[in-house]
């Protein structure tokens, strides 16, 4: 979800307000997921870079979450959305991981939307993470090391038990992944739009699920036509 402070400053306004308006985009784009009966859809909120911000904005995006759980939890459990989060826990206020662990708990038996918010998440931290995990396991020896495969690394990581994502949709015209989901989109489609986060809605998630549908998934194979 790229583009919140190009937005603000595009208007003469500060970034806090960009990234208010990105909060907005989220709940446009979690409703039209629910439109569209897409299962899964995870947000990049917060980064483990991120913490290298200045402290107001850092202060500011912990606050708009709080603020999202608190606002819309309630909306977001009756129209049957099921909250995950990955990421890290450490440096992270109690009072919103409280609030986390309040909005997964209360949600998790629902079944029309799962959406997973990345927040203080790193690929590369968890990809290291699930190393360490499975290190443990054979030097305690519930493991072999000729047990490590692909489903075993996928099973360690934070995702564990959500699919790999078959649409990646990168906002502002950044062509780069910045460290997230690396492991899980290996063949993931990716669309990148122009647009500024704060613009984003049912229009643009519609243009970027066409596209999708118009590209041949190969998966190392003979051609196979997308599907969403």
């Not at 790193?122 to 993470?129: D, H, L, N, P, T």
């Not at 495969?149 to 038990?161: I, K, Y």
Request: without cysteine; charged residues 25%.
């Amino acid at each position: 979800m790229d583009g919140n402070g190009r937005w603000a400053a595009s208007r003469g306004m500060p970034r806090a307000l960009g990234h208010r308006q990105g909060v907005e985009a989220v709940r446009r784009t979690v409703r039209a997921a629910i439109e569209l009966g897409i299962p899964y859809l995870t947000i990049y909120s917060f980064s483990s870079e991120n913490w290298s911000r200045p402290p107001d904005e850092i202060e500011d995006l912990m606050g708009l979450m709080k603020r999202f759980i608190r606002r819309d939890l309630a909306e977001m459990h009756q129209a049957g959305v099921r909250i995950t989060v990955i990421g890290e826990r450490e440096h992270v206020d109690p009072e919103l991981l409280a609030l986390i662990d309040e909005a997964k708990e209360l949600t998790a038996i629902n079944t029309t939307l799962t959406l997973v918010i990345a927040f203080n998440y790193g690929s590369r931290g968890e990809i290291a993470k699930a190393a360490r995990k499975l290190a443990v396991a054979v030097a305690e020896g519930r493991l072999a090391p000729a047990d490590i495969t692909v489903d075993a690394v996928g099973q360690a990581l934070d995702t564990d038990g959500i699919p790999d994502p078959d649409l990646l949709v990168r906002t502002s015209g950044e062509l780069r992944l910045s460290n997230f989901l690396l492991w899980q989109s290996a063949y993931t489609e990716f669309v990148f739009l122009d647009v500024n986060w704060p613009d984003f809605g049912r229009a643009e998630l519609e243009q970027a699920i066409a596209s999708f549908r118009a590209r041949d998934r190969r998966f190392g194979g003979p051609t196979r036509r997308s599907t969403a």
